[in-house]
């Protein structure tokens, strides 16, 4: 199986998924999808995930089969798992209820009741 792209070849920009066909029928979606957060990250990090998941969270085999340190794989961890929470970013309730707001989806009233 082929592995998609997530990023541009040439500018380096995040890839968005346009089309989605299924491979058993004619059914086809299309819009403006973002990959989810473990496909953003790069191919060696989604190794690391992997392997991390397979060994059951064991950095003492994280670092066996990696050969490095503890120190080391708690870095990469660390890094990776802000990367992610940097991709997770979601507006809090009252962050959407005054998007909402904004777009004009709701009233003020609606705001205010639905804010407090």
């Known amino acids: ?6 990023r541009c070849t040439n500018s380096d ?7 989605l066909a299924c491979p058993d029928d004619d059914t086809i979606i299309e819009g403006s999808f973002d990959f989810p957060p473990l496909a953003r990250l790069g191919l060696e990090d989604q ?3 992997t392997a991390f998941l397979r060994h059951h969270g064991s950095i003492r085999r994280m ?4 050969s490095t340190s503890y120190p080391t794989i708690k870095k990469r961890l660390h890094r ?3 990367e992610l929470d940097s991709q997770l970013d979601a507006p809090t309730p009252n962050q ?5 707001l904004s777009k004009g989806e709701i009233s003020v009233d609606e705001a205010l009741r639905l804010l407090q």
């Open 96 to 100: 959407a209820v005054l998007e909402r």
């Open 80 to 82: 990776i798992v802000r």
């Open 13 to 19: 920009k995040p890839l968005k998924i346009q089309r």
């Open 47 to 49: 190794i690391f995930v």
């Open 1 to 6: 199986m082929a592995i998609a792209p997530t």
């Open 63 to 66: 670092e066996a089969e990696f």
